[in-house]
């Protein structure tokens, strides 16, 4: 079976918190190929030593990216602590990758009490765990 594709993405504010959690995850972060935002990325194959694919910073268009993934059908979650408390330039592309995990039912968390309850779900700790995809 194929390891399930996570992506991880924090703003600025939100990345330490991301973070922690990857860091309190780290067995079942190692059973997952995990892409990412640039900068948050960056930051978790260097503080945790992961293999993370690596797309555009967020205001550069990697949220954009990680939607792609979304719409062809190879994103099973996306963990993405967003900032509520603090305008981001590029917004419409943060409520856009939001909007298509809506589309197409991935699960997304956007905070580590739903993040953990994702991880932690036997569903998705199966090694079969596939999202049932709507027909559009
Ligand atoms: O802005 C982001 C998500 O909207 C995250 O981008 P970085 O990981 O490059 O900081």
């Keep these: 079976m194929s390891k399930s594709t996570i992506a991880l993405v924090a703003h600025d504010h939100k990345k330490a918190e991301l973070l922690a959690w990857v860091q309190q ?5 190692q059973r997952c190929h995990i892409v990412a935002t640039g900068t948050t990325g960056g930051m978790i194959a260097q503080e945790t030593g992961l293999q993370v694919t690596r797309f555009k910073s967020g205001p550069l268009g990697g949220d954009q990216q990680i939607g792609a993934l ?6 099973d979650a996306l963990f993405f602590f967003w900032d509520p408390l603090n305008p981001a330039p590029h917004d419409p592309d943060v409520k856009a990758l939001l909007r298509l995990c809506s589309v197409w039912n991935v699960p997304v968390a956007c905070n580590s009490a739903t993040a953990d309850l994702v991880v932690t779900s036997p569903r998705f700790l199966s090694v ?3 999202i049932k995809k709507p027909e559009y």
């Design 25 to 29: 995850h780290m067995p079942i972060m």
């Design 70 to 75: 979304i719409a062809e059908g190879t994103l």
């Design 128 to 130: 079969d765990y596939q």
